[in-house]
T-cell receptor, first 113, second 114 residues
Framework: GESVGLHLPTLSVQEGDNSIINCAYSNSASDYFIWYKQESGKGPQFIIDIRSNMDKRQGQRVTVLLNKTVKHLSLQIAATQPGDSAVYFCAETPQGGSEKLVFGKGMKLTVNP | KAGVTQTPRYLIKTRGQQVTLSCSPISGHRSVSWYQQTPGQGLQFLFEYFSETQRNKGNFPGRFSGRQFSNSRSEMNVSTLELGDSALYLC?????????????FGPGTRLLVL
């Protein structure tokens, strides 16, 4: 079935450290993946996306890595800041015409000053 | 440009009642999707509307319904509310169909069913 899950429910890091958030997906036919950030009291905010024909994509302070062999997705945040504290979700879109996003459960990142 | 807005932000209902939630997409966006977010199940897709037509539907019972108006604003309705319907209901809009279009989420409507 369709399912996207996260390896770690919580992650606590020190300000300035690099953070890595991992995600496993189950649908090998998925061809598009997205990371969202959700702060308390707000809706999810788009961070970065990656297509299945890529294995790495970089944004501002963020990098997404895709390993299709083991169906694993990760989000790397460089020089983590207190403002990065939030819940992070990965989402996938199954190939084949389905246009709904399948979200993971979410992982809470806490950045300690 | 204003973001996605949802009304009301908070709502308390009792079992058996029905509720209507509203979503105004970003100006120029024609696709609106609805999601339910709960601590136990996370974010789950409810349905998507485009050009006033439901284009995609998640695995929710028929008590959950929606519609879209000609100005792209959307409403969702939940009839015969159950305790388990307590959740944050999120609306997301995008300019056009196709998931490669970035979805922008509203702040959500938090529904509590007593």
């Amino acid at each position: 079935g369709e399912s996207v899950g996260l390896h770690l429910p919580t992650l606590s890091v020190q300000e300035g450290d690099n953070s890595i958030i991992n995600c496993a997906y189950s649908n090998s036919a998925s061809d598009y993946f997205i990371w969202y950030k959700q702060e308390s009291g707000k809706g999810p905010q788009f961070i970065i996306d990656i297509r299945s024909n890529m294995d790495k994509r970089q944004g501002q302070r963020v990098t997404v890595l895709l390993n299709k062999t083991v169906k694993h997705l990760s989000l790397q945040i460089a020089a983590t800041q207190p403002g990065d504290s939030a819940v992070y979700f990965c989402a996938e879109t199954p190939q084949g015409g389905s246009e709904k996003l399948v979200f993971g459960k979410g992982m809470k990142l806490t950045v300690n000053p | 440009k204003a973001g996605v807005t949802q009304t009301p932000r908070y709502l308390i209902k009792t079992r058996g009642q029905q509720v209507t939630l509203s979503c105004s997409p970003i100006s120029g966006h024609r696709s609106v999707s609805w999601y339910q977010q709960t601590p136990g199940q996370g974010l789950q897709f409810l349905f998507e509307y485009f050009s006033e037509t439901q284009r995609n539907k998640g695995n929710f019972p028929g008590r959950f319904s929606g519609r879209q108006f000609s100005n792209s604003r959307s409403e969702m309705n939940v009839s015969t509310l159950e305790l388990g319907d307590s959740a944050l209901y999120l609306c997301a809009s995008r300019r056009d169909r196709g998931l490669r279009e970035t979805q922008y989420f509203g702040p959500g409507t938090r529904l509590l069913v007593l």
